[in-house]
């Protein structure tokens, strides 16, 4: 069956870095745009980055822009979201969520997303 296994996750200090990975499993990953959201605590979940299935093109949201770098791995079926200058701003659940490659690869819109992953914490805090 689709799985969509997070992991990474943890704690860091205001300007440190992560890396959170995404290991896909049971769908043709290259068929697919894959992202990142985030859901921080008493809020909804929101946007934060996509890579489309050939790498070519990366999506952003503002509040990251700059920051952390989306990036993907056909060969092992992972996508990755490196994570730098982190704030507290930045603690939340993350992610992953996978969409076929029809779809617009511009989209931010969560109801576009085929597959979820259960989510991976990061808490950011001194």
């Known amino acids: 069956q689709v799985q969509l296994v997070e992991s990474g996750g943890g704690s860091v200090q205001p300007g440190g870095s992560l890396r959170v990975s995404c290991a896909a499993s049971?769908?043709?990953?290259?068929?697919?745009?894959m992202g990142w959201f985030r859901q921080a605590p008493g809020k909804e979940r929101e946007f934060v980055a996509t890579?489309?299935?050939?790498?070519?093109?990366?999506n952003y949201a503002e509040s990251v822009k700059g920051r952390f770098t989306i990036s993907r791995d056909n060969a092992k079926n992972t996508v990755y979201l490196q994570m730098n200058s982190l704030q507290p701003e930045d603690t939340a659940v993350y992610y992953c969520?996978?969409?076929?490659?029809?779809?617009?690869?511009?989209?931010?819109?969560?109801?576009?997303?085929?597959?979820w992953g259960k989510g991976t914490l990061v808490t950011v805090s001194s």
């Open positions: 969520a996978a969409f076929l490659k029809t779809t617009a690869r511009s989209t931010r819109d969560q109801r576009d997303m085929d597959y």
């Open positions: 049971g769908f043709i990953f290259i068929n697919y745009n």
């Open positions: 890579i489309s299935w050939g790498t070519n093109f990366k």
